[in-house]
């Protein structure tokens, strides 16, 4: 699947109030039998400008990278991001993805935004994901 392919499941709606500023949290998994990154958790929070991701969209979205053979965490970490970042075109927007497999713990923390937006107290205000 190329990538216009890939992003074109992400499917946004109008974001109801464009004058605020908060943030939207979404979670869901990768498939169980993704190659190198098997019960991969994928986090994400941002904050919207114009447009914002529904859960049914994100779940969907996931579902479609099931059908990559992913090297490492942090491919997949990476690739959501600017896919997401692409389509979303959020304010500011972090991604999480991490995988824990026996005593083994993987975590991938990214992290964008765009160059004039800042608020201090709304991220501050977060705690950890």
């Not at 994400?44 to 099931?66: A, E, G, M, Q, W």
């Not at 991938?108 to 977060?126: S, Y």
């Amino acid at each position: 699947m190329d990538i216009f392919a890939r992003r074109g499941h992400i499917k946004t709606a109008p974001n109801p109030d464009q004058k605020l500023d908060y943030v939207v949290t979404l979670s869901g998994e990768l498939g169980s039998d993704v190659q190198n990154i098997a019960g991969c958790r994928i986090e994400i929070r941002y904050v919207p400008d114009k447009h914002i991701l529904t859960p049914v969209t994100f779940t969907h979205y996931l579902d479609t990278l099931n059908a990559f053979d992913w090297t490492h965490l942090e491919e997949a970490a990476t690739t959501i991001l600017d896919d997401l970042s692409n389509e979303l075109v959020a304010r500011w927007i972090q991604v999480k993805a991490s995988r824990r497999s026996g005593s083994e713990h993987h975590q991938v923390l990214l992290e964008d935004k765009q160059p004039l937006w800042n608020n201090p107290q709304l991220l501050a205000g977060l705690g950890p994901l």
